[in-house]
C-alpha cells in the first residue's frame, strides 16, 4: 500500500562539507503532514542545504530525515516521493507546456495517453489551458513559473520543495505568485517546503515558518508568533517590524521590570519570569504600536513610556508612514504611522517627537 504521508521529522540532522563544517548543526524540526513550511535565513545559514537533503540530492553527515513514518537517509528522490521546484524553472525550450509537464511521467515509463491525460488535468489546476501548446519562451516569467510547478506536482509526490521561487519575479507578480501556491497547496493538499530570504512571502504563505542562522534553527512557529513574539534579538531584527532596545534592569515590581535611566522603561515580564536587578536585557517593541507626539502634548491613554527623539528621515509607504528617529543611539528606530495619522500633523526631517508605546507592548527577549 502507497504511503501518503508528508509528514517530516528532521532529527540531529548535521551536514559538512570538504573544510566547512556545521553548515546543517543538529537541526530538530517535526513538519505536519499536508503543511505549509517556509525556511528563512540570510545567504549560507544552511537553509537550502536541508532542503537539498530533503529532496535527496544530499545525504547528512549525522542524523535521520524521517517522512512518513520511514527513515529516507540513502535513498533516492523517487523512493522518498519527493519532487523539487529549481529557482531556475530549468524548463526545456523545445517542448510544449503540455510536453514539459508530462516529461517526468514519460521518463517514468508512462504510456502516451495516460501522461499527456495526466499533463492536461494538471494544466488545468495551474490554469494554463489556452496555453497548453506554447513554447517557454512565447509565455511571461509567471507562466512560466506554472509550468515548473506543475511539472513538479505531476509525479504525485507527497512533498515538494521550492527553492526561492518567487525571487526573479516582479513585486507584483510575486504577490501574485503567493496566492497561487497557497492555491496549489491546498488544492493538492501535499506538504510543502520553501526556502525564501524575504520575510513578506515566507509570512504570508507559511502555516510553519523556521528562522535560522549559522545553520541551526533560531525559532520555529506559526507565521504570527514568529512575527510578533521574537524569541530573541537576532528573530526580532531578522524578521522586521520590530526595535530592539537594550539596557540594565534597574527595578522588578510583581508582573514587571523598570529598565534604567535613561530609559527608565517599564517592561511586563511575560516570557522572563526569572529577571534579577542588574541584568542586561534585550526588549522588543513593534514599529506599527509606537506613537509620535509632539512635546509639551499629553501621551494617548495607557501610554506611560516616552522617550525624547528626532526625526531622522521620513518615507511614505502608502498606507503609513515610516518614520526613522535618533531614539536608540547608533541603533535603528522606527515608527509605521497610519497615513491619516501621519498628515493630519505632519512631521518633517529634524523635529523633536516622544516616541511612546503603551506598557504591554514591549516584549522581553531570550
Same mark, same amino acid.
Given at each position: ?7 517530516? $521529522? ?5 551536514? *559538512? ?15 505536519? +503532514?499536508?503543511? =505549509? ?10 537553509? #537550502? ?10 545525504? %547528512? ?11 529516507? &537517509? ?33 521518463? !517514468? ?28 519562451? /512565447?509565455? *511571461?516569467?509567471? /507562466? ?6 506543475? !511539472? ?26 503567493? /496566492? ?32 535560522? $542562522?549559522?545553520?541551526?534553527?533560531? /525559532? ?13 534579538? =537576532? ?27 535613561? *530609559?527608565?522603561? $517599564? &517592561? ?25 507626539? !509632539? %512635546? ?6 495607557? =501610554?506611560?513610556?516616552?522617550?525624547? *527623539? ?15 528617529? +535618533?531614539? &536608540? ?8 504611522? %497610519? $497615513?491619516?495619522?501621519?498628515?493630519? +500633523? ?12 503603551? #506598557? ?7
Amino acid at each position: 500500500m502507497k504511503n501518503d504521508r508528508g509528514d517530516i $521529522e528532521l532529527a540531529g540532522v548535521c551536514k *559538512s562539507f570538504d573544510g566547512v563544517t556545521n553548515v546543517v548543526d543538529g537541526v530538530n524540526l517535526r513538519i505536519d +503532514d499536508g503543511a =505549509y513550511c517556509c525556511f528563512i535565513g540570510p545567504s549560507g545559514c544552511g537553509k #537550502t542545504t536541508i532542503l537539498r537533503m530533503i529532496a535527496g540530492h544530499e545525504d %547528512p553527515t549525522a542524523g535521520e530525515i524521517v517522512i512518513g513514518g520511514q527513515n529516507v &537517509v540513502g535513498l533516492a528522490p523517487v523512493q522518498r516521493r519527493t519532487a523539487m521546484m529549481f529557482q531556475s524553472y530549468a524548463l526545456f525550450p523545445h517542448l510544449t507546456v503540455r510536453e514539459n509537464i508530462a516529461f517526468a511521467l514519460r521518463v !517514468r515509463g508512462q504510456s502516451k495517453a495516460d501522461r499527456l491525460r495526466a499533463a492536461d488535468a494538471m494544466i488545468e489546476k495551474v490554469r494554463l489551458t489556452q496555453f497548453a501548446d506554447r513554447l517557454p519562451a /512565447q509565455l *511571461s516569467g509567471g /507562466q512560466q513559473q506554472r509550468v515548473a510547478l506543475a !511539472r513538479a506536482a505531476i509525479t504525485e509526490p507527497r512533498v515538494l520543495l521550492l527553492d526561492e521561487p518567487l525571487s526573479a519575479l516582479d513585486e507584483q507578480l510575486r504577490v501574485q505568485m503567493r /496566492q497561487e501556491l497557497r492555491r496549489m497547496q491546498q488544492e493538492l493538499g501535499i506538504t510543502f517546503i520553501h526556502v525564501t530570504h524575504t520575510q513578506l512571502e515566507a509570512i504570508a504563505l507559511a502555516d510553519l515558518v523556521v528562522v535560522m $542562522e549559522q545553520g541551526r534553527i533560531k /525559532q520555529a512557529g506559526a507565521a504570527r508568533d514568529v512575527y510578533a513574539h521574537p524569541h530573541d534579538r =537576532y528573530v526580532a531584527e531578522f524578521m522586521g517590524g520590530q526595535n530592539v532596545l537594550s539596557g540594565r534592569v534597574e527595578k522588578v515590581n510583581g508582573a514587571s521590570f523598570t529598565l534604567a535611566a535613561p *530609559s527608565g522603561i $517599564e &517592561v511586563p515580564l511575560q516570557a522572563r519570569p526569572t529577571v534579577n536587578v542588574g541584568d542586561q536585557v534585550d526588549i522588543a517593541v513593534r514599529r506599527d504600536d509606537v506613537a509620535l507626539v !509632539r %512635546p509639551g502634548r499629553d501621551l494617548p491613554s495607557g =501610554y506611560t513610556t516616552s522617550l525624547p *527623539s528626532r526625526v531622522l528621515a521620513i518615507e511614505y509607504q502608502g498606507y503609513f508612514v515610516k518614520v526613522m528617529l +535618533d531614539t &536608540v543611539p547608533d541603533d535603528e528606530f522606527v515608527a509605521y504611522v %497610519p $497615513e491619516k495619522t501621519f498628515f493630519a +500633523d505632519p512631521f518633517t526631517v529634524g523635529d523633536v517627537v516622544m516616541a511612546t508605546w503603551a #506598557t504591554g507592548s514591549a516584549l522581553p527577549l531570550a
